[in-house]
């Protein structure tokens, strides 16, 4: 090997080496921030699940504080328990150095064992326990909105803020879930009914695609037939139609419109919410559907969507729902669902009732204030309907909410939270 080879080879391995060392140094930054990413959305993934762990907790201690009933006391626990349970599992995936963290933990674990320690309890509520649900109500509130505030920064400065609440002494001892009841959701607006045959179309017979056409430019006010999209599969076989930016929805058997949706840009305002659901009500007549009656309500891009249920025998029938969105600049409406009432509505027979409603009315929690009574029938688990009394009732902290108690036994069969506000009535 000559004197001038052994320099440029020295020269070559060096430069290989270098980059030998470049690329893996690019591999392992590479690998570093994959890492990185995966652990930032790992801790996103686990602040999600936290804040809605605990905002279902906050609405269950709400919901249990106008509970008179131990079967429903009990269900409620369970999901508070649960809740728990979710928001801790989220919380060991954040940093262990967040500022408030072991404070929140403590917060969160003794709500749960609280709430554990009410479904062990054979005896109604006293003042006390109503009041320590009121504290922790109060309490996961205002750790929620903490939580929603801080989620922006989360990985900069997560931080949860001063001790949450201290929880009364009680006995408590490790809770297996096998102890703890279901709790199933049975709101006016469940839809888990919507598996079965549809019930109002199954005497109608089948229409064909031009007649439906026929049908859809009557309802929509089109000059001319519109033109078919497609057929559509499911629950509820449909012809789809469009026309200018207007989509509509009509049910192979029967005929009946499921879905209407204009996308046309709505200008600003020129008509309240009120006058929109008046305008909706009148439309809802003028297709043949007189008698329903407004539940709720929200606004949202322009326009209000209400929802309404047929009122037969004296009932509010939940289950059989229809929404209709009317447009607050001109009253036009805008959209039109019928999934409930074509899934649900038919003729029904009724059991008298075992119980007056004055006579249920003894069964709601002392704490709640009665402002209005009415009959309604909800949607239950396992395609069940139940006859129920509908109490509308102020509750000690100056919300609303709506209580059902059973007709035949004054069992409590659901709880909502009114969410009011001046651009919407919801439920919780």
Not at 162 to 173: T, Y
Not at 302 to 309: C, D, H, M, Y
Request: proline share 5%; glycine share 8%; charged share 20%.
């Amino acid at each position: 090997m000559n004197e001038q080879t052994m320099p440029r080879r020295i020269i070559s391995f060096l430069l290989c080496a270098c980059l030998l060392s470049l690329g893996a140094a690019f591999h392992f930054r590479s690998q570093y921030e994959d890492s990185q990413s995966r652990l930032s959305q790992r801790r996103q993934s686990a602040y999600s699940q936290l804040v809605g762990s605990v905002s279902a907790m906050e609405t269950a201690l709400a919901k249990a504080q106008c509970s008179g009933d131990k079967a429903m006391l009990d269900q409620l626990s369970a999901q508070i328990w649960r809740e728990s349970a979710g928001a801790s599992y989220a919380l060991a995936s954040l940093p262990q150095t967040t500022p408030g963290l072991e404070e929140a933990q403590k917060f969160i674990n003794q709500t749960g064992e609280y709430a554990f320690s009410l479904v062990r309890s054979q005896q109604p509520l006293n003042q006390e326990q109503y009041q320590t649900l009121a504290d922790l109500r109060q309490a996961a509130d205002g750790l929620c909105a903490r939580l929603m505030d801080y989620q922006a920064g989360l990985g900069d400065s997560l931080e949860f803020g001063a001790p949450a609440a201290a929880v009364s002494s009680f006995d408590s001892q490790s809770p297996q879930l096998a102890e703890y009841p279901s709790l199933t959701y049975d709101g006016p607006f469940s839809d888990h009914l919507d598996q079965r045959e549809p019930q109002a179309l199954k005497i109608l017979p089948q229409v064909s695609a031009g007649d439906a056409a026929r049908m859809a430019a009557a309802f929509a006010g089109w000059d001319q037939d519109p033109a078919l999209v497609e057929k559509t599969q499911g629950t509820l076989p449909c012809y789809r139609f469009e026309s200018g930016g207007t989509s509509l929805h009509i049910t192979v058997q029967g005929g009946q419109v499921l879905l209407y949706s204009n996308g046309r840009d709505i200008g600003p305002a020129q008509l309240s919410p009120e006058q929109g659901a008046q305008l909706a009500q009148q439309f809802l007549e003028a297709q043949g559907l007189p008698g329903m009656k407004q539940s709720y309500y929200e606004t949202a891009q322009g326009a209000v969507t209400v929802n309404f249920a047929p009122v037969e025998q004296g009932r509010v029938l939940y289950p059989d729902l229809i929404k209709v969105r009317t447009a607050l600049d001109t009253g036009e409406i805008v959209g039109f669902e019928s999934r409930g009432y074509l899934m649900n509505h038919r003729a029904r027979q009724f059991e008298p009732s075992a119980l007056s409603i004055d006579q249920a009315q003894q069964n709601l929690s002392p704490l709640l204030t009665v402002e209005s009574r009415d009959r309604a029938l909800i949607p239950s688990a396992g395609q069940q309907e139940l006859d129920c009394y509908e109490f509308l009732c102020q509750t000690p902290d100056g919300s609303r909410c709506l209580v059902y108690l059973d007709a035949q036994t004054g069992r409590e069969r659901n709880i909502l939270l009114l969410l009011e506000g001046a651009e919407s009535t919801l439920t919780a």
